[in-house]
């Protein structure tokens, strides 16, 4: 059995992977006595054999460069136990490809942050280790980002950054799926219509606890800001546990 974790800036999810079924096991809020605490018990439990973990974070060479969205800097799990660690948007786009048996994709995530991964062949394409953070990519102007930036796409539609516009009437807005589809959310579709023309990959799959619960009719936006010559298929995923399966996936090919 595989254990695939997705630790996000606000959540962290707990999936099981036996043979080719999921088994969802546990959803709570992310702090780092909470994924210990729950990592001990799942492996107390059940019969692991490899893990697998989704982290919000940029890597290089397996490494935890800056976590701008998690509430700790640092992770190391210390286990006996073949174990994979990726970065998050990264795993939910490697679980798009195989699910939708598409090899070259893109993923798109947003939650707490915005996350891309870029699988092309099958394979997650890192460059040096943190290709496709757009969430960091500059739009302008001073507001502040998590990551130490300033007017970075998170800062303009993203989990945190509709949190402190709305304070405590977003998370109302969330759990009713009203998103503020105004002109940040046209600054976001405009950075992954960039992101589009860079790569021409046929499929864009958007999830995340707010990207999979975007309504389609308004993600076409994408299109208004690409030449007509570029059509790629906007795939909304609406799955929790699309980066937790992800890090199963790869957790596998360690066995
Ligand atoms: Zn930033």
């Not at 959803?27 to 059940?46: A, D, G, P, R």
């Not at 405590?168 to 503020?180: M, Q, V, Y």
């Not at 975007?214 to 800001?225: A, G, P, Q, R, V």
Request: aromatic share 10%.
């Amino acid at each position: 059995m595989i254990l695939g974790i997705d630790i996000g800036g606000s959540f962290t999810d707990m999936l099981l992977m036996d043979e080719e079924k999921f088994l969802p096991y546990s959803t709570f809020s992310t702090s780092l006595e909470n994924v210990i605490k729950e990592i001990e018990e799942v492996m107390h439990e059940k019969e692991i054999d490899a893990v697998g973990i989704g982290i919000a974070a940029w890597l290089r060479k397996g490494k935890i460069l800056h976590a701008p969205n998690l509430p700790f800097k640092s992770f190391n799990l210390q286990i006996n136990l073949p174990y994979i660690m990726e970065n998050d948007a990264n795993c939910f786009a490697y679980a798009a490809s195989k699910i939708l048996n598409e090899s070259n994709i893109m993923g798109i995530t947003v939650g707490t942050g915005i996350g891309m991964g870029i699988v092309i062949e099958g394979k997650i394409y890192r460059g040096e280790g943190v290709a496709g953070e757009i969430g960091h990519n500059v739009i302008g102007g001073d507001a502040k980002c998590v990551c130490g930036g300033k007017g970075h796409l998170e800062c303009y539609f993203s989990g945190w950054s509709i949190g402190e516009r709305y304070g405590k009437e977003a998370k109302e807005l969330f759990a009713e799926g009203k998103f503020p589809y105004d002109e940040n959310f046209e600054i976001f579709c405009r950075a992954i219509a960039n992101a589009v023309m860079l790569f021409d990959l046929p499929v864009v799959a958007i999830g995340g606890r707010i990207g999979g619960r975007l309504k389609k009719e308004k993600l076409n936006k994408i299109y208004d800001f690409l030449p007509h010559h570029f059509e790629p298929e906007i795939r909304i995923i609406k799955d929790d546990f699309m980066v937790a399966k992800g890090a199963c996936f790869l957790a596998k090919t360690l066995l």
